[in-house]
C-alpha cells in the first residue's frame, strides 16, 4: 500500500537495466530505498492513482508502456482512463519503470539520472 508509507520507493524490474542503473545511482548516493518489484507485487488500483497524483500526470498512459505487445493485443490505444488502469493491474508489464518516489513525488526514471530531480529537489 501506498499511502502512509514515508520509505522512498523504486518500481522495479531487476531485467531492466534502466531499473538496476536508478538503483545503484540511489544507493551510491546512500539512500535507503524499498524496491516494489511490481511484477511480482502488481500495484492496486488505488495505488495506481496515489502513483498518478504523485508523478503529476492524469492520464495513466503517460506511465504506460506502449510498445509491449499485450498493449496492442487488449486493444489499449483507444482504452479510457478506467481500462487502462484496469490493464495495469492486470497486466503489470504495462506499467511504465523505474519509477521512483521519494515523499508526495515520483519522476518516471528514463533517463535514470532523473531519480536526481528528487533527491536534489
Same mark, same amino acid.
Given at each position: ?16 537495466? !534502466? ?5 545503484? @545511482? ?5 539512500? #535507503? ?5 511490481? @511484477? ?8 495506481? %492513482?496515489?502513483?498518478?497524483? !504523485?508523478?503529476?500526470?492524469? #492520464?495513466?498512459r503517460d506511465m504506460v ?12 490505444? #483507444?482504452?479510457?482512463?478506467?481500462? @487502462? ?18 515523499? #508526495? ?7 535514470? %539520472? ?8
Amino acid at each position: 500500500m501506498l499511502g502512509g508509507m514515508t520509505a522512498d520507493r523504486l518500481y522495479y524490474n531487476p531485467s531492466c537495466s !534502466k531499473c538496476r542503473t536508478a538503483w545503484s @545511482l540511489l544507493s551510491e548516493a546512500g539512500h #535507503d530505498v524499498e524496491q516494489v518489484r511490481y @511484477l511480482d507485487a502488481p500495484p492496486t488500483r488505488p495505488e495506481l %492513482e496515489e502513483l498518478m497524483g !504523485k508523478l503529476g500526470i492524469t #492520464d495513466p498512459r503517460d506511465m504506460v508502456r506502449t510498445g509491449e505487445a499485450v498493449y496492442r493485443e487488449l486493444g489499449l490505444s #483507444d482504452a479510457t482512463a478506467d481500462a @487502462l488502469l484496469d490493464a495495469i493491474v492486470s497486466n503489470p508489464v504495462l506499467l511504465e519503470r523505474p519509477i521512483f518516489v521519494r515523499g #508526495d513525488r515520483a519522476v518516471i526514471a528514463r533517463p535514470a %539520472e532523473r531519480v536526481r530531480e528528487l533527491l536534489e529537489g
